[in-house]
């Protein structure tokens, strides 16, 4: 009966596994991996890390014609499929274009009210008659009739101090000064983490390449580390996969020389990693390939149930196989439901990527463990004879525990070895460095990444800092941008910052803007008089005059969002109501800060660290949180303090280890570390339950060894493998587990070495 | 950008001072093509000097601007035109950059920024070596009179973008002296550049460009 139910799920599963993998839907998108917890750093990292400064590509030509190779890989993808934007400088038609929008503001919007005194004036219209005569006199003219005083003229330095310096734009097309780089921007349709996308908008850049052989073409922007984040995820899952599946396979032959066993093992762990893959699609909507990368190793996790249960059916072959899972069982639901508690503190992290990862554990274990209950027994072989190898395990951790346990420790050397314990883990938490500075996707000795730094170092310096000004409108925005902006300059007379983009300048707010018309109206007479004793003719300034009389038409964000400038200000307006203002030359953060406190001033990497500080605090909290409550779920279980700290004994042993083994090795501990950790107290656990509950005998008590020893193996194939990955994120949680499973299995034998003769029948 | 400074400087170079022409020498219908290459072979140089008054007249002041000053061309580094009225400043052109010296203020503009100012970079080093190919690719080019006497080249710009800045530019010239330069903007202001004490070629020192291109 039980076997046709489970024919029935498995095929059931299958199907609907068939029928759902084309929609399954795949990312490596890293802001997954930034806090998404709603705090105000977390807000400003995934707004830095989602802006427009992160989604634009560039591309740099070289070779023999780079101007040319520019305009002719514009004109190309002008035509290709999901592109969005492709652009290098500014054309002819660009300027013309901004040129006749600010030509349609009111003439006043940019010129600030100080400049409307009598003295002001003349300056500035001395300066025109100067101007007028000499080699921009051309495009003076023709601004001047409606904008004598050149408002729009400090708009346009203010536009062009923005610039990059050191690019020259030709006709165009940005280069470098001597000429032998051209740039070209782009952005897909398609998110830059789109690897799939990304890889196609690649086949169409490799084309063109090869159409074009004189050009040389190399690119930066967060699209490369998408693709390269995915080759190298699924390298990884695939030498992780086929390495651990046939250590496994090798092991299990050794073990339990049975082929069909080997088989019915893998049913758990393919029916969980299924579901799980299911459930998480179904619940996100897609899968990072990191968590496909985690899944993988899962696998090993998800085994360790069947391997217990193995252990204890082929070490008692005379025993049915479903009064074997009736007794251990208990254990195995025990220890899955500990193993969750642990995914549950980890889903708390704050870390949308982490969360995901916690779910499609929780999934995987939840049905492995019911696969390993309800299914596995029902397939057991009636007639099974051991392979001597296991017989010879058996025998020989028999004979281990025989020796550890003939010696009785004293209460002093027992209360000696818990000194020393504890001391030597009050060492190794002393000297725990954390480090929030993590780079968990990016292998940053890679070739694209030397690319993308190679190409942005020929676009100048980036900006060292923003000052991020949020507001409830874009009015509001508007308002906070210029209070900020003020600051900003008096902060950098006071040389607290070297520079900054005046925002404020490019819009003004709206009061501001009727404030100058005002003034402007009230200071004609002025002018006129002021343009006679300079040799102006009033009357040839009719449009200006004409703009006084009319009501002003007022700049708006919204005017700038959809006008020819938005590809210069799309950057510092990266989402409603937030601007981002771009600073150079910090000398303190702090003085600064506290000097400008209508903005946010935020360093980039600081931010991403800090918001990572935030997660990691969360995460231990909540790990702690985890482990009080599989305290009290032992304690609802054993009813023994004594025995709750057996069973938690290894996992809290393993743990101490490994930091221990971590600082040694001089790791500062990341917020992967610390999850990595929350899965070795949850294996440990796991081995401390198994310890518990079935060492009623002495040889119990080995084929639990027995089975520990072999669920650590097959744990650290998996793991071990992922900590040789390129990925720092996988290669920590590789590295974390795979010691902490050593430790936890070290653990118990030191476990029950104290515990001597009353090692069994406790 | 900068149009003006191209004309009046590079122009400039280009004239050399001579009798006044007829009045009615720009008027009736230009030769064009070959018909103007010998006038432009009369204007190959490999350097000159030359003395320069300006006047502009712009709608929006009062009274016309006057200047004067020297004017440098070589054929290697370009045009300088050293302003010594009403105030110093110091234009240079090469066939890159546009730099403006103006007391202590030192403005660069690259020339190949847009399509526009190429084409005025290219004119005058075209105009002074003689060649017509180039100048005819941006401008339609007329010949007024003839290369025995008084002559005039018109340059009329074919692009829209050009004709919003400048309407025309003659020079006028007689026999192998260009004496006269005429630039008619878009909004109807024009530039009168005379040149006289023209220097040509060999006259012109090695010590007198590397001071006018310092």
């Known amino acids: ?762 | 950008m900068i149009v003006r400074a191209i004309l009046a400087v590079a122009l400039c170079a280009s004239v050399a001072a001579a009798d006044a022409p007829p009045a009615n020498l720009v008027t009736g219908t230009p030769k064009t093509g070959t018909a103007v290459d010998p006038t432009f072979a009369h204007l190959k140089l490999d350097r000159m000097r030359a003395k320069f008054t300006e006047q502009k007249h712009i709608a929006l002041l009062a009274k016309p601007l006057r200047s004067a000053g020297t004017i440098y061309f070589d054929h290697v580094q370009g045009i300088a035109r050293i302003q010594t009225s009403p105030k110093a400043q110091q234009v240079t052109v090469t066939k890159t950059t546009l730099k403006i010296k103006s007391g202590t203020r030192v403005e660069e503009v690259p020339l190949d920024k847009s399509k526009d100012l190429r084409a005025f970079a290219l004119v005058f080093p075209s105009l002074l070596s003689g060649d017509r190919a180039a100048l005819a690719s941006s401008f339609e080019i007329g010949l007024y009179g003839a290369d025995t006497g008084w002559w005039a080249l018109s340059f009329t710009p074919k692009s829209e973008s050009l004709k919003k800045l400048v309407t025309s530019v003659v020079v006028i010239g007689q026999k192998a002296d260009p004496v006269m330069l005429k630039i008619t903007e878009a909004s109807g202001d024009v530039t009168e550049t005379e040149l006289t004490e023209v220097a040509r070629d060999k006259a012109v020192t090695d010590a007198d460009i590397a001071q006018a291109f310092r």
């Not at chain 1, 024919?7 to 759902?20: G, H, P, S």
């Not at chain 1, 504890?422 to 938490?429: D, E, F, N, P, T």
Request: net charge neutral; glycine share 8%; with cysteine.
């Open chain 1, 1 to 762: 009966m039980r076997r046709a139910a489970s024919v029935v799920v498995l095929a059931l599963t299958a199907i609907v596994f068939a029928l759902a993998l084309p929609h399954l839907r795949f990312t490596t998108q890293i802001t997954e991996f930034l806090p998404d917890t709603g705090d105000r750093t977390a807000r400003l990292a995934a707004l830095l890390a989602d802006s427009e400064l992160s989604k634009v590509m560039i591309v740099e030509l070289a070779g023999a014609h780079p101007s040319a190779s520019a305009r002719a890989l514009i004109a190309d993808l002008k035509t290709a499929p999901d592109i969005a934007m492709v652009r290098s400088g500014f054309t002819d038609d660009d300027l013309d274009a901004m040129r006749k929008f600010i030509d349609a503001l009111a003439p006043t919007t940019f010129l600030p009210e100080s400049e409307y005194t009598p003295a002001r004036m003349r300056a500035r219209l001395a300066s025109l008659r100067d101007h007028l005569a000499g080699p921009e006199g051309v495009l003076m003219r023709q601004t001047a009739p409606r904008d004598p005083l050149g408002g729009i003229w400090d708009v346009l330095d203010a536009l062009r101090s923005t610039r990059a310096g050191g690019l020259v734009d030709t006709d165009g097309v940005l280069t470098t000064e001597d000429g032998l780089h051209a740039f070209v921007f782009l952005e897909t349709k398609s998110s830059p983490f789109d690897s799939n996308a990304q890889r196609a908008f690649r086949g169409v850049l490799d084309r063109w390449r090869e159409a074009h052989p004189d050009a040389v073409v190399r690119t930066a922007g967060a699209a490369q580390y998408a693709i390269a984040s995915e080759d190298q995820i699924k390298g990884d899952v695939n030498r992780i996969g086929i390495i651990s599946t046939i250590g496994i396979l090798a092991i299990f032959l050794v073990l339990f020389g049975s082929v069909r066993m080997i088989l019915i093992s893998f049913v758990p762990m393919t029916f969980g990693s299924a579901m799980a893959v299911l459930g998480t699609q179904a619940i996100f909507g897609q899968i990072h390939g990191i968590t496909i990368a985690f899944g993988t190793s899962l696998l090993g996790v998800g085994l360790d149930y069947v391997e217990h249960y193995y252990a204890h059916f082929v070490l008692t072959p005379e025993v049915p196989a479903q009064t074997t899972m009736r007794h251990v069982g208990p254990s195995l639901a025990l220890g899955a439901v500990t193993t969750i508690i642990g995914f549950i503190g980890l889903g708390a992290s704050g870390l949308g990527g982490l969360r995901q990862m916690a779910v499609f554990a929780v999934i995987a274990i939840v049905a492995s463990m019911a696969a390993t209950y309800f299914m596995v027994p029902a397939w057991m072989p009636a007639r099974y004879k051991p392979p001597r190898t296991l017989g010879l395990v058996n025998r020989g951790v028999l004979v281990l525990l025989r020796g550890l346990t003939r010696h009785h420790w004293g209460r002093i050397a027992r209360a000696a070895i818990v000194v020393i314990t504890a001391g030597s883990i009050a060492l190794a938490v002393r000297n725990i460095a954390f480090s929030d500075n993590v780079n968990m996707l990016v292998d940053d000795s890679g070739p694209h990444v030397v690319e993308d730094r190679a190409v942005r170092a020929l676009l100048g310096p980036d900006a060292d800092a923003f000052a991020v000004v949020t507001a409830s409108s874009d009015d509001a925005l508007a308002t906070a941008i210029a209070s900020a902006c003020g600051e900003l300059e008096r902060a950098r007379t006071g040389q607290l910052v070297g520079s900054f983009v005046p925002l404020a300048s490019l819009l003004p707010d709206r009061a501001t803007q009727l404030r100058r018309h005002d003034v402007a109206v009230a200071a004609a007479p002025a002018l006129r008089e002021a343009l006679a004793a300079e040799d102006f003719v009033a009357d040839q300034f009719a449009p200006y005059w004409s703009a006084l009389a009319a009501p002003p038409k007022v700049l708006t964000l919204a005017d700038l969002r959809a006008s020819p400038l938005a590809p210069v200000a799309g950057a510092w307006f990266p989402a409603p109501q937030v601007a981002l203002i771009p600073l150079t030359g910090i000398r303190a953060l702090a003085p600064l800060q506290a000097a400008v406190p209508s903005a946010t001033i935020v360093i980039p990497s600081q931010t991403i660290v800090e918001a990572f500080h935030g997660v990691r605090v969360r995460t231990v909290v909540a790990s702690l949180l985890g482990l009080v409550a599989i305290f009290a779920l032992l304690f609802a279980r054993y009813r023994s303090a004594k025995k709750v700290m057996i069973a938690l004994a290894p996992a809290l042993l393993a743990c101490a280890a490994t930091v221990g083994a971590l600082v040694a090795m001089g790791t500062g501990l990341t917020i992967l570390h610390v999850m990595s950790l929350l899965l070795v107290v949850s294996l440990g656990v796991d081995f401390g339950i198994f310890f518990v509950d079935t060492t009623d005998s002495l040889e119990e008590a080995a084929r639990t060894m027995v089975s520990i020893f072999t669920a650590s193996i097959t744990t650290i194939l998996s793991f071990g493998l992922l900590g040789l990955s390129h990925s720092p994120g996988l290669a920590a949680l590789g590295i974390t587990v795979t010691l902490g499973v050593t430790f936890s299995l070290l653990a118990c034998l030191l476990l029950a070495a104290l515990a001597g003769s009353k090692l069994v029948g406790r």
